[in-house]
């Protein structure tokens, strides 16, 4: 308990700004490249940025390639996101090349390489008290849900799996999660590209919300 105690205070952060300035230096071309082709395929602005709960709760705010264009119908109103999302956006989500700039999260503190994946702040009054413990830790590009089903999972069960990454975070652990994430992007598995998860409490519990607006 003592060595993952020390793991998760000193040493987890050094190899995340380690690791995310050798991924800038080494792959700067990547970025460019695809952002490029972002600002082609779908227009400006080349990022989409939201604000997403951290460690602590502590609001931040995350950093994506855009996979969806602007359309609007005849009233002006957007698409769904579906008619929005077109094959240059399924690819960047499938191979989770939309990701690429969370690296400056990372590098900024906001997330870690490993750790529960930052979920919406409009979710935050539905989580049960142990639920709140996922955000013990720093959020993560990749995490123990992620490579347990991706966004193929429902909420109940990626909960759980987050809160064992909590209980269990170790070097050997975010080691397996880093191996396994590369190999489930290169098979491109367990990803709903353009679909909601499985429907679970915190689904029904907003649109009970947007009800009552």
Not at 127 to 139: I, K, L, N, Q
Request: aromatic share 10%.
């Amino acid at each position: 308990m003592a060595r993952r105690r020390i793991y998760e205070k000193y040493i987890k952060r050094g190899l995340d700004i380690l690791c995310s300035m050798l991924a800038i230096l080494c792959f700067w071309w990547v970025f460019l490249i695809v952002a490029v082709l972002v600002r082609v395929k779908l227009g400006s602005p080349v990022l989409f940025t939201q604000d997403r709960p951290g460690k602590d709760g502590r609001i931040f705010r995350l950093y994506k390639f855009r996979s969806m264009t602007d359309r609007r119908d005849e009233e002006g109103k957007l698409l769904p996101d579906d008619e929005r999302l077109p094959r240059f956006g399924r690819i960047l989500r499938s191979t989770s090349m939309d990701e690429l700039p969370e690296v400056f999260n990372i590098l900024r503190g906001d997330m870690s390489i490993v750790g529960p994946r930052p979920l919406l702040v409009e979710y935050l009054p539905y989580y049960t008290e142990e639920e709140m413990h996922r955000h013990d830790v720093r959020p993560g590009l990749s995490g123990w849900a992620q490579v347990h089903g991706r966004n193929a999972t429902g909420w109940e069960e990626r909960f759980q799996y987050d809160l064992y990454y909590v209980r269990n975070c170790s070097f050997r652990l975010d080691c397996k999660v880093i191996f396994m994430t590369i190999a489930k992007v290169l098979r491109r598995s367990d990803v709903l590209v353009g679909k909601q998860i499985p429907a679970g409490r915190l689904d029904v519990a907003r649109r009970g919300q947007e009800r009552k607006v």
